[in-house]
């Protein structure tokens, strides 16, 4: 009868490197056949999200960055920009973020070419279900058609122009405050990309998009 081989923290280690090694590979494997379907998606996602909020005709849209240092802090926005066919600057679709909540919001704002918001849209968030996720409902539609010049982009309960979400100011301030960082990149930004119209075959035409508080919680730990 053969002795059962004793277990050690050698035989114990080389066993978890074996899984790894194979959990590795496995891994691996499945990005390496799924890394091109997703990145498809990705970009589906972001033609729409511009469409959404930068909704123009006719235009030309550009890939960029915006550079801006923003509280202190140097940031980079990806945008794309928008050109007619003349070449005249009509616009910009700014990816920006902030800290809500739950986790990081993800955002796209469009501007005019004079500052004014065009639409907004969250590409991803963590916000609680029924409270700061309700930021992608109605709440959003207030800064459509406003002027951050002559808009505040704060919460009321601050002294800003934004009406909070009920039981939500946490995630309602990072979203204004989202928005005003793309809104001050922008305009930082808007004198150089007025200047710097692209040839007619640097970028894809798009398709043009069809014409205060209460004393509630947010996940069981309060969001005011």
């Known amino acids: ?69 923003y509280e202190g802090v140097d940031l980079t926005f990806p945008c794309n920009l928008a050109y007619d066919a003349n070449g005249n600057f009509q616009g910009a679709a700014v990816k920006t973020s902030e800290g809500g909540f739950g986790g990081k919001i993800d955002m796209m704002v469009g501007f005019l070419a004079d500052g004014t918001i065009k639409g907004t849209s969250v590409l991803s968030h963590a916000e609680t279900p029924g409270l700061g996720a309700n930021m992608t409902g109605k709440f959003k539609d207030q800064f459509v058609d406003k002027n951050p010049a002559n808009y505040r982009l704060i919460v009321t309960k601050d002294g800003g122009d934004v009406d909070a979400i009920t039981a939500a100011t946490i995630t309602s301030r990072a979203f204004s405050k989202a928005v005003n960082k793309a809104y001050q990149a922008f305009m930082a930004n808007k004198a150089q990309f007025m200047n710097n119209a692209p040839a007619k075959e640097a970028a894809p035409v798009m398709e043009a998009a069809p014409a205060e508080e209460n004393n509630e919680t947010e996940g069981g730990q309060s969001n005011e």
């Open 1 to 69: 009868m053969a002795k059962k081989k004793e277990s050690t923290l050698i035989n114990m280690l080389v066993a978890l490197f074996v899984i790894a090694a194979v959990s590795g590979g496995v891994l691996g494997l499945v990005y390496g056949v799924t890394k091109d379907a997703i990145a498809e998606v990705d970009q589906k996602k972001n033609e729409a999200a511009i469409k959404a909020v930068l909704p123009l005709e006719n235009v030309t849209y550009k890939a960029d960055t915006m550079k801006y240092n």
